[in-house]
């Protein structure tokens, strides 16, 4: 027997929280983001989710773009660190991929470069990880230009730092910075946008956005969970309880008998742990969810198990499916609990956890 620890996933709600970028983004076209294995979910099932849908992908690298061919998909994939190696430019010509270009050494590479991919080039407004400074646009520009390069490019794209808080004035500042630094250029496309500049009213998302995190159903905004902004959880997280204790007042339970039972406790053990990605730092209180109710997390998290207080579900037994995060449960609300946010938690998901495509589970409903 398996055991039944898994994550289920649900692309119709990956396609309907894409249409919902559609809508928000318009008349901007999101380009859907399935870095990092899908956010977790698997980037060759996303890829192929979404292909009747979206015109473009965006992934980090160029392993994760052959991924997406291999899946049998074959959109443009913008690569979002550009190239790693003078080698891949070639690959990336060949194979339809779009490669972002942050710094002088990748100029280089592609002057020597027997083939030329489409180019984007990344302009630094304000985040500061990558890209050129917008005094540096003229003299990129003119080097491209004498390269003969510039017939390859097709746009720029920017990041935002502070999207996800409403209240920072930081991201109209990005804006400007970006529209005064490509404004000679009005013929090339524009992208910026990450999921959380979805929901900032009048927000120009200019001609490409990129949307990752809310495709998935997690929310991009602090204080907000998916469902409150609309978007439906695509990865629900289950295990099974494997086993069900009476403990008596002063009783622990756990490494470092960090919690106690206050009174007579029925609790469980759900075979799930940090080494199959559940966070170790959710502590007691951070909820989860079984047989119709709402119930929490006692003590410390170890590496195969974790403990429930089963008080709020009497009916409870051994074999009984918990949801972890889900459609009862946000990922957002397990990630506040455990001090960290829903894109770490769902990308940190192991392989040790099936993901199991389109199939309700015992929890659905
Ligand atoms: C350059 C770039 N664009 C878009 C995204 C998507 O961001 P989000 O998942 O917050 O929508 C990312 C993610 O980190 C990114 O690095």
Redesign the pocket.
């Known amino acids: 027997m398996p055991r039944n620890t898994v994550a289920r996933i649900d692309t119709a709600a990956l396609r309907h929280n894409y249409r919902l970028a559609c809508r928000l983004a318009h008349p901007a076209r999101p380009m859907a ?1 399935i ?1 990092a294995d899908g956010y977790g979910h698997g980037i060759r099932d996303m890829a192929r989710a979404l292909a009747d849908e979206a015109p473009k992908f ?1 992934v980090a690298c160029i392993e994760e773009a052959l991924a997406i061919r291999e899946a049998g998909v074959g959109h443009p994939v913008v690569l ?1 660190q550009g190239v790693h190696s003078a080698n891949d430019l070639v690959t990336c010509a060949r194979e339809g991929f779009e490669v972002v270009v942050h710094s002088d050494y990748q100029l280089n590479w592609l002057e020597q470069s027997a083939e030329i991919p489409t180019l984007w080039l990344k302009v630094n407004t304000g985040m500061n990880r990558l890209g050129f400074a917008p005094a540096m646009l003229p003299a990129v520009m003119t080097g491209l230009k004498s390269r003969a390069l510039e017939q390859k490019l097709v746009g720029f ?1 920017t ?1 935002f730092a502070c999207a996800d808080d409403p209240s920072s004035g930081f991201t109209d500042q990005q804006t400007r910075v970006f529209t005064e630094a490509v404004v000679d250029w009005p013929l090339l496309a524009k992208s910026a946008g ?3 500049a979805h929901f900032l009213p009048g927000q120009p998302l200019f001609d490409w956005s ?5 495709l998935y159903g997690a929310s ?1 905004m602090l204080e907000r969970t998916g469902p409150e902004l609309g978007l439906e959880p695509v990865m629900t997280l289950e295990a099974q309880l494997t086993a069900v204790r009476v403990l008596k007042p002063g009783e622990s339970v756990g490494y470092g008998c960090s919690w106690r039972a206050g009174h007579e406790t029925r609790m469980g053990i759900v075979a799930i742990g940090y080494g199959d990605g559940y966070p170790r730092h959710a502590g007691t209180d951070t909820p989860a969810w079984i047989a119709g109710s709402r119930i929490r997390l006692i003590g410390r998290v170890s590496m195969d198990m974790l403990a429930v207080d089963l008080t709020e579900a009497p009916g409870a037994s051994e074999g009984d499916t918990v949801e972890l995060w889900g459609r009862h449960v946000s990922v957002d609300e397990v990630a506040r609990c455990a001090g960290t946010i829903a ?1 770490e938690l769902l990308t940190g998901i192991t392989a040790r956890v099936p993901r199991l495509y389109d199939n309700p589970g015992a929890t659905a409903g």
Do not use: D, E, Q, T
């Open positions: 983001v870095k965006a979002l794209v990041h990450n999921s959380a990129r949307p990752g995190i809310m991009p894109y």
